[in-house]
T-cell receptor, first 111, second 116 residues
Framework: EDKVVQSPLSLVVHEGDTVTLNCSYE??????LLWYKQEKKAPTFLFML????IEKKSGRLSSILDKKELFSILNITATQTGDSAVYLC???????????FGGGTRVLVKP | EAQVTQNPRYLITVTGKKLTVTCSQN?????MSWYRQDPGLGLRQIYY???????DKGDVPEGYKVSRKEKRNFPLILESPSPNQTSLYFC???????????????FGPGTRLTVL
């Protein structure tokens, strides 16, 4: 059975702090790993990672994948209150475009 | 604007009263999927479709039906809703890339369903 575990479950930080979110997975026929951000609405796409060791960056967010150890990290530097959200990771399978979502990490950034 | 739309956005109904939640995308995507999101359980796939007239069960299909008669539409049907189907429902779509990378799934705005 496919399994995706995200940690921590939640965290509270102050503006300017750096956060590191973890995603470990066990998925058969792994293809890619996607990160989404979910505020009080639909998940919005952040990153897709396919290759190990290659960091993807978008502004203050960055992410990396380790296919040998089966985990991914999402980093947010210089956090802002607008970063408050639930962050979801979802590995995809080679067949059927299927995404298996982790339970998410809830991040609260205080002013 | 490229988007996935769902209707209705909010629905309160009673047990046993058939309902349909519509989903439509304007990106000519082959793949469409329905998820439900519940506290503590995350997003779980209900049904998906790889193309017109091709549908398959996801992880939690019981109590749901879908159809894919047109590429842009993928309605979710609850023939006899029950309180345990109270949830937040998302439709998503993507192209199908047969290369090494998965295509990004784009999500609709969600439908909050309450079954009394």
């Amino acid at each position: 059975e496919d399994k995706v575990v995200q940690s921590p479950l939640s965290l509270v930080v102050h503006e300017g702090d750096t956060v590191t979110l973890n995603c470990s997975y066990e998925v058969t026929n792994f293809r890619s790993l996607l990160w989404y951000k979910q505020e009080k609405k639909a998940p919005t796409f952040l990153f897709m990672l396919t290759s190990s060791g290659i960091e993807k960056k978008s502004g203050r967010l960055s992410s990396i994948l380790d296919k040998k150890e089966l985990f991914s990290i999402l980093n947010i530097t210089a956090t802002q209150t607008g970063d408050s959200a639930v962050y979801l990771c979802a590995p995809s399978k080679a067949a059927g475009n299927k995404l298996t979502f982790g339970g998410g990490t809830r991040v609260l950034v205080k002013p | 604007e490229a988007q996935v739309t769902q209707n209705p956005r909010y629905l309160i109904t009673v047990t046993g009263k058939k309902l349909t939640v519509t989903c439509s995308q304007n990106m000519n995507h082959e793949y469409m999927s329905w998820y439900r999101q519940d506290p503590g359980l995350g997003l779980r796939q209900i049904y998906y479709s790889m193309n017109v007239e091709v549908t398959d069960k996801g992880d939690v299909p019981e109590g749901y039906k879908v159809s894919r008669k047109e590429k842009r539409n993928f309605p979710l049907i609850l023939e006899s809703p029950s309180p345990n189907q109270t949830s937040l429902y998302f439709c998503a779509s993507s192209a199908i890339n047969r290369g090494p990378s998965t295509d990004t799934q784009y999500f609709g705005p969600g439908t909050r369903l309450t079954v009394l």
